[in-house]
């Protein structure tokens, strides 16, 4: 149980261009959802939380009009990179918690690349 | 603001043998929840064990046992009998409670290699 999924896996666009990310909970509902984004052999850094039906919160340093999130669902979360440029080329993983709470349980994550 | 340091950047191991790397935070929190975290190459991240701030025994996962040192702010883990497959980047992570809503702090990694 307590599957996340990701799509799409690897995702390449030209600069300028927005690319959204699903999150999905396969098996529970996930009252909360986490962005995090990851360069190569660092740490994840969290990027925004998101709850059903409210606003994301950002952290800071995060911009929010340029990653944009909707958490339109108990089980579907989306993050939208708009007008994507080379530097936003990393890796964006996305993890959930259900009503739980003690646990988080983390998607596979998204190679995004921007030409 | 919660903080989590992982001072190893890199270790290795031989196959077989026990290793053990290392995390310290800082919290002004009582209650809390700690995790290490398995990133493979396939960089799915994988929870390896989890330990609860109130219980004092230290929590154990088969090969995977921790050292709580709640008064030092300490949290290793060991990994005994070590695998090829417990190649990975590792990471420490604390939550605050009740249940921190949700948040991890991770801790910057240690790159675990594991020789035949």
């Known amino acids: 149980g307590a599957v996340v999924s990701q799509h799409p896996s690897w995702v390449i666009c030209k600069s300028g261009t927005s690319v959204k990310i699903e999150c999905r909970s396969l098996?529970?509902?996930?009252?909360?959802m986490f962005w995090y984004r990851q360069f190569p052999k660092q740490s994840l850094m969290l990027m925004a939380t998101?709850?059903?039906?409210?606003?994301?919160?950002?952290e800071q340093g995060v911009e929010k009009d340029k990653f944009l999130i909707n958490h339109a669902s108990l089980t579907l979360s989306t993050l939208t990179v708009t007008s994507a440029h080379p530097e936003d080329s990393s890796f964006y993983i996305c993890s959930a918690r259900d009503r739980a709470g003690a646990e988080q349980y983390f998607g596979p994550g998204t190679r995004l690349t921007v030409t | 603001a919660q903080t989590v340091t992982q001072s190893q950047p890199e270790m290795s191991v031989q196959e077989a043998e026990t290793v053990t790397l290392s995390c310290t935070y800082d919290t002004s929190e009582s209650n809390y929840y700690l995790f290490w975290y398995k990133q493979p190459p396939s960089r799915q991240m994988i929870l390896v064990i989890r330990?609860?701030?109130?219980?004092?025994q230290n929590a154990t996962e088969n090969r995977f046992s921790v050292n709580f040192q709640k008064a030092a702010k300490s949290f290793s883990l060991k990994i005994s009998d070590s695998q090829l497959g417990d190649t990975a980047m590792y990471f420490c992570a604390f939550m605050g409670g009740p249940y921190g809503y949700g948040k991890l702090t991770f801790g910057q990694g240690t790159i675990l290699t594991v020789h035949p």
């Open positions: 998101s709850n059903e039906g409210s606003k994301a919160t950002y």
């Open positions: 330990q609860e701030a109130y219980k004092q």
């Open positions: 098996d529970f509902q996930a009252t909360t």
